[in-house]
């Protein structure tokens, strides 16, 4: 999986150590905090990129702690509670956690919740900004079907393809050079990459533009690299 940092958020410390111990044996890194408060002061300490946390908890609970962090970050969040009531898990859902696990949970579960969120924010190449739909004048990117669509018309792209259109859309106005887009997008270094991204810029460019030598949308800043038009 990569070196990830997951943060366990709970009041009772053996199920912080246990799931420490099954979340280590994935080789992940964990932080742990015994509340919510604690949990925020973890979060501007580390970098964590996926929160497990239980709901009833002193001092800070789990749904006012998730709002909070949903002010500031998009990391994943897995709710825990000792509850199997739909209240609780429809208003962590609502507060902005991504998945819900009831206790006593099942570890192979768990780590595969775990594992299912790091990689939903690990292939769009950022933790932050979960946006789901994003319009650039009539260009449309669908993150949750992977879909792209020009005018309404659905466009073929491959994986390839697709990540560089979504690293640009995601961010657009901001100008990548090659080598970035190269070392986002191919997850290596990028050497020599000027070819290659080339070669994919102009097919993604046949596939969006009505006029590909006269751009709309992905744009070339010379001597720069490329950028999609706000």
Avoid: C
Avoid at 14 to 32: C, H, M, S, T
Avoid at 165 to 194: C, D, H, Q, T
Avoid at 201 to 229: A, H, Q, S, T
Wanted: charged letters at 30%; proline letters at 3%; aromatic letters at 6%.
């Amino acid at each position: 999986m990569g070196t990830y940092h997951v943060l366990i958020v709970d009041d009772e410390k053996e199920i912080r150590d246990a799931i420490e111990i099954y979340l280590k044996n994935e080789g992940l890194v964990v932080f742990k905090a015994k509340d919510g408060i604690e949990a925020i002061e973890m979060l501007h300490q580390h970098e964590i990129h996926l929160i497990v946390m239980d709901i009833m908890m002193p001092r800070q609970d789990g749904i006012s702690t998730t709002y909070k962090i949903r002010e500031e970050k998009n990391i994943p969040i897995i709710m825990l509670s000792a509850k199997s009531e739909d209240t609780d898990k429809v208003l962590g859902l609502q507060m902005g956690a991504d998945d819900y696990v009831t206790k006593p949970f099942n570890p192979i579960e768990l780590i595969a919740r775990v594992k299912s969120q790091l990689r939903r924010y690990v292939t769009l190449g950022t933790y932050e900004g979960k946006v789901k739909e994003i319009d650039l004048n009539g260009l449309t990117l669908d993150q949750s079907a992977k879909q792209v669509a020009v005018n309404g018309e659905e466009v073929k792209l491959t994986p390839i393809e697709y990540r560089i259109v979504e690293l640009l859309m995601m961010n657009a106005g901001r100008v990548f050079s090659i080598s970035e887009i190269y070392e986002r997008v191919w997850k290596e270094p990028g050497f020599n990459a000027e070819n290659t991204v080339a070669v994919h810029i102009r097919k993604i460019r046949e596939k969006i533009e009505i006029d590909p030598k006269n751009p709309r949308y992905l744009k070339v800043v010379w001597g720069i690299g490329y950028k999609m038009e706000k």
